[in-house]
Structure formats: C-alpha cells, structure tokens
C-alpha cells in the first residue's frame, strides 16, 4: 500500500503540538510497517532526520503553507496534484486540514476545534478559513482520528459527524521526560530560580491558555502567603499578549515572575521536573499534553476543570475553574502546604499516564489508515 502522509509540521527545532504527534506517529508507522511504501508531503526544504526509512519518498510541494490562502493552494493544488502522480491509495492528514478535491481514502487527525469556541482569539483570515473549512473537512474524512474523547463529542455536537467514523488515539510522552534526582531539581532551581521553589508553565503565551490569569492568581497567593515561590513562564508569545502585559503590570510581585521565552527540549524537562508545580489552567484543549508530561517527571498538577483537561489529568490534578483567579491562588496555596497532598497527586499520575502512550495512538491511526 502506498500511504501519503503530510508532514509540513515536522520542523527542525520546532515541534510543538501538531508537528509532535506527526513525528511520533509517523515514525512509528514507518519502523513498524515496512510492508507499505511511504510519501511524505513537505511544503518547505526538509531535515533529512525526518526522513525514517527506506520506504519513504520526501516531496517538497509548493507553495509554504502558512496562510490561508496558501492552504487552499497546498491542499487543493499541490497535494491533490501529487496524489495522483505518487498513486497513493490512502492519504494521512494530521494537522487538521485535508485535501477536499480529492477521491483518495483519507484520514484526518483534528486535534480540536477551539476556533469554534473561542472565534475572536483566532485572527480575521485564519478565523474565515476555519469557519468555512474545517466542517468541510471532518465531513470529507473517511475516517477521523481524535486526541480525546472531549474532541470526539465536540464533532458530533458542533458538526452532527456520525461518531462511527471517529476513534480516539490519545497522545504520548517522549522518553525525554524521567524524573529529576535531588540533586538535579537544586541545580535547576539555581540556575533558573535563585533556588527557589517555582511554579512553572509551559506553552504559547496566548488568550486561550489564561496566562494572565495565572500571573494574578500567582501574586494573589503571594500576597495571602508570603511563600518564597516564584512563576516560571516558558513558551513563546503567540498572537495577542495585551493581557498577558496587563496583568504583569498590575503584579505586586513581578520580580517573581519570569518569562523564559521559548526553551530548548532538555530544559523543558528540567524545569517542568523540578517544579512545585505545573499550572497548566488553559480555558481550552483538545488534549494538554504538558499534563501528561508533568505525570511522567512526576510533579503536582494544577489544571483546569473543562475542555479535556479532566479526561487527560484524572486524579493526578487539583482541578479548577480557570475563570477563577481565586480558585488558582488557592489550589497554589494548598500545593506550597500540604507535602502529603503532592505526594498522592504524583502517586495518582503513574497510574493516570499508563492511559496515554505513543504506541497506543500509532495503532489506533493505522487501524484507521487500512480499515
């Protein structure tokens, strides 16, 4: 079977989110299945590490598809183009779009539809292209996959898509991500805390992920405690920040926040391994994966109680109304307090993150890709 897979998220330095999956995934259906023939669609020069095989053929197609007037281009030129030129039998889109002018099986990954619940925190010419789109897209699909069961019933209700053509794969951890010895955690502390206890965010600085309600609700807590902790930041600024800057502003305590800006891999296990903490309290996710990652370096959680956010933390998470910066100081407080509290969290999280792995989602895909 030739199987072509659009790889245009797999970015050298830069896999987040969409281009994370897509490489775990892919990866794993390359090794695992040299049985298949594998074309992968870039839309832009290419790491060759990213090339897993024998049995892949990398194409660069034109144009760079990152607007979306170049999406219609890449995926109902281009793509449709090279299906038939490569004759491919099935099509694997992970990123949420696909190509709609096209009779070749296709499989779609839609990781959520935040724009369909959150429309002005997207901006004006991405928000008109999700809004024409993305029904179209998950209507077209011969089959979906979903990163939970929170994404799965959020097609059926917004977009009446039969529940019979959508399995739910999850998503996994890299290996990358291992508990901190002592002495590492008071390394890390040093270097990025002054050696203090810190606790730590990481993800886009934007709207949707409630960082500047986390800042209040950061400086709240000291206000109310006195506790030497302070706020690590990490990501990098996405789209609108005015209230990200608003509230640092108003922060009593700014010389205890720190924004790190975008962090190397092994940094981001570092800092997230020797947190008191991850406060991850987005207002929506399709999945969340630092939630689970936290699980694996075995640290307290602080997540929000909507979207897919309790799917994913299970009992290894104070969970809370992310609108509520009083609820988050407090969850804070209790986190700084009580030993035996973060104890049982992280106990909970070994048994919570065997839910969730990279395998599990591989096969789930496959399945799909030959059913």
Same mark, same amino acid.
């Given at each position: 079977?030739?199987?072509?897979? $659009?790889?245009?998220f797999?970015?050298?330095?830069k896999?987040?989110g ?8 892919t990866?794993r259906?390359? @090794?695992?299945?040299?049985?298949h023939e ?8 290419f790491? !060759?590490n990213? &090339?897993?095989g024998k049995?892949v053929?990398p &194409?660069?197609?034109? !144009?760079?598809a ?7 281009w890449w995926?109902e030129?281009s793509?449709r183009?090279?299906? /038939?030129?490569? /004759?491919i %039998?099935?099509?694997?889109s992970?990123?949420?779009?696909l190509t709609?002018s096209?009779?070749?099986?296709? &499989?779609?990954?839609?990781h959520?539809?935040? #724009?369909v619940?959150y !429309? #002005? ?5 991405q928000r008109?292209?999700?809004?024409f ?15 939970s069961?929170?994404?799965?019933? %959020?097609l &059926? ?5 039969s ?6 794969s999850? $998503?996994?951890c890299r290996?990358?991500f291992q !508990?901190?010895q002592? *002495? ?7 270097i990025f805390a002054?050696g203090?206890p810190y ?6 600085? #934007?709207?949707?992920? $409630? ?5 209040a609700?950061f400086d709240?807590?000291?206000?109310a405690?006195?506790?030497p ?8 600024f996405a ?5 990200? /800057? ?5 922060a009593?305590h700014q ?5 790190l800006g975008?962090?190397s %891999?092994e940094?981001s296990v570092r800092?997230?391994?020797?947190c008191? @903490? ?8 399709g999945f969340?994966?630092p939630?689970?990652?936290a ?6 959680i ?5 979207? *897919?956010l309790?799917e994913? @933390? ?6 809370? %109304?992310?609108n *509520?910066?009083e ?8 986190i700084?307090?009580d030993?035996?509290l ?13 839910h ?6 591989t096969?789930v895909?496959?399945?799909?890709l030959?059913d």
């Amino acid at each position: 079977m030739r199987i072509a897979i $659009n790889t245009r998220f797999l970015l050298k330095n830069k896999l987040e989110g969409i281009g994370l999956f897509t490489h775990e995934v892919t990866r794993r259906l390359v @090794a695992q299945h040299p049985e298949h023939e594998f074309v992968f669609f870039f839309d832009r020069q290419f790491d !060759p590490n990213f &090339v897993f095989g024998k049995n892949v053929t990398p &194409v660069v197609l034109f !144009p760079p598809a990152r607007h979306p007037i170049l999406f219609v281009w890449w995926f109902e030129w281009s793509v449709r183009q090279a299906l /038939k030129k490569y /004759k491919i %039998d099935v099509f694997l889109s992970p990123d949420n779009f696909l190509t709609l002018s096209t009779g070749v099986k296709t &499989v779609l990954v839609t990781h959520d539809i935040a #724009h369909v619940h959150y !429309p #002005h925190q997207v901006s004006f010419f991405q928000r008109l292209y999700y809004q024409f789109f993305t029904q179209k897209f998950n209507q077209r699909a011969d089959k979906i996959v979903v990163v939970s069961e929170f994404t799965k019933a %959020d097609l &059926v209700k917004q977009y009446s898509i039969s529940p019979v053509k959508i399995s739910v794969s999850g $998503n996994g951890c890299r290996d990358i991500f291992q !508990p901190l010895q002592p *002495s590492e955690k008071q390394e890390v502390t040093t270097i990025f805390a002054e050696g203090k206890p810190y606790f730590y965010y990481i993800g886009a600085v #934007h709207p949707r992920k $409630n960082v500047h309600r986390l800042i209040a609700a950061f400086d709240q807590f000291k206000i109310a405690t006195g506790a030497p902790h302070q706020l690590l930041i990490a990501g990098r600024f996405a789209w609108q920040a005015g209230e990200v /800057k608003a509230a640092f502003d108003a922060a009593q305590h700014q010389s205890d926040i720190r924004f790190l800006g975008y962090v190397s %891999d092994e940094n981001s296990v570092r800092l997230m391994g020797a947190c008191s @903490a991850l406060v991850y309290v987005s207002l929506f996710e399709g999945f969340g994966v630092p939630v689970l990652e936290a699980m694996y370096v075995e640290v307290p959680i602080i997540t929000s109680n909507v979207s *897919s956010l309790p799917e994913v @933390a299970g009992d290894a998470a104070l969970l809370v %109304d992310p609108n *509520s910066v009083e609820e988050i100081a407090e969850a804070m407080r209790r986190i700084s307090e009580d030993e035996h509290l973060c104890n049982e969290l992280v106990a909970n999280g070994r048994v919570q993150r065997s839910h969730f792995n990279w395998q599990r989602a591989t096969d789930v895909v496959y399945k799909a890709l030959i059913d």
